[in-house]
């Protein structure tokens, strides 16, 4: 028979009893504590569900598989969801409360001019019903070079353009992606898991600018200059462009302000603004003549970009210089 119960011994049968309510409906009950209420025993190598609950048209609504697993609703509303009770008790799948890109040891670095990789000992992915995957021990490498999965997601080479580092997900194997896109990259076929976790300039040569990347905030190797002996008297507009992607929420910059005429640089000062309005740093004045190595009077600032790859300056008086290089930036 194919459907059957199997009592094992005469004491079962004392200490058990079964009631039929009906064709398919009855109740068990036993009385001593050490007793299993019911043994549901599989062949070997069993590969059907050990059990399941059928609706009307015979498909299985919740189971238990071969290898004991509990699936509560169809397959796919478990997958990285928990089961939450409403006002009456009620359980339903609901997504994970988790932040998209939330990592642990997050680093997105050079590796070579066509190469990047990608590490982190945790970071959170999502699919585009905010169904969240943790992925662990991350260790990809992108490729500027090929198409797909671990390289990019579409079109060719670009130089003088920003590309986004993306981590992704197919279900079974962690990947990463090259995209233009900041917010929605081509997927290759069967990856619907998505996080960015960085950004990489290819430049003019198409090559990748070298960085290394801790969490969301990237540093140079080696700083570049934004501009050269600004003359600018009211706030100016800086482009940095090719210095921080469009994303980037605040640059981080090495300035100073230096002229010729001493008896203006003593009261000489340069500002800088994340807008064109507000000053949220001066630099004073410095004789260009005494300073010539920049070294010995330039500050290093973290400033905010309210508009994308953008910064301001001023200087008050005619006499001075400004000087800007970037050797950073941070991306949401």
């Not at 998505?194 to 290819?202: L, M, Q, T």
């Not at 010729?260 to 260009?288: E, H, P």
Request: charge should be neutral.
């Amino acid at each position: 028979m194919k459907n059957r119960f199997v009592l094992y011994g005469a004491v079962f049968l004392f200490l058990c009893s079964v009631a039929l309510y009906g064709a398919d409906v009855f109740k068990i009950d036993w009385t001593a504590t050490t007793d299993k209420g019911l043994v549901i025993k599989a062949p070997a190598s069993q590969s059907a569900n050990l059990q399941e609950w059928q609706d009307s048209s015979g498909s299985a609504v919740s189971s238990v598989n071969s290898s004991g697993q509990i699936t509560l609703g169809d397959s796919s509303k478990g997958v990285n969801k928990f089961l939450k009770s409403d006002s009456n008790g009620l359980g339903s799948w609901s997504a994970m409360y988790t932040i998209t890109g939330a990592a642990k040891n997050l680093v997105v670095k050079y590796d070579s001019a066509t190469q990047v990789i990608v590490t982190a000992d945790e970071i959170v992915l999502k699919d585009s019903s905010n169904v969240s995957y943790f992925a662990t021990s991350v260790n990809v490498t992108a490729a500027i070079t090929s198409s797909g999965a671990n390289g990019l997601d579409t079109g060719s080479e670009a130089s003088s353009t920003w590309y986004y580092v993306w981590v992704i997900y197919n279900g079974t194997t962690v990947a990463s992606l090259l995209s233009t896109s900041a917010t929605a990259p081509t997927m290759p076929s069967g990856y619907t898991y998505k996080v960015r976790a960085g950004s990489v300039y290819n430049d003019a040569s198409s090559n990748f600018e070298r960085f290394y990347q801790i969490d969301r905030t990237a540093y140079y190797y080696a700083y570049s200059s934004a501009l050269s002996a600004g003359s600018a008297t009211v706030m100016t507009s800086v482009s940095l462009t090719a210095l921080v992607p469009p994303i980037a929420v605040s640059a981080i910059i090495m300035a100073y302000c230096a002229g010729d005429d001493v008896s203006q640089i003593l009261a000489g000062m340069c500002s800088i603004g994340y807008d064109g309005t507000n000053s949220i740093a001066f630099l004073r004045g410095r004789y260009k003549s005494t300073y010539t190595c920049k070294s010995k009077d330039t500050q290093t600032l973290t400033v905010p970009l309210a508009t994308a790859q953008t910064i301001y300056y001023s200087n008050n008086s005619a006499y001075l210089d400004f000087y800007l290089y970037v050797s950073g930036y941070t991306i949401p």
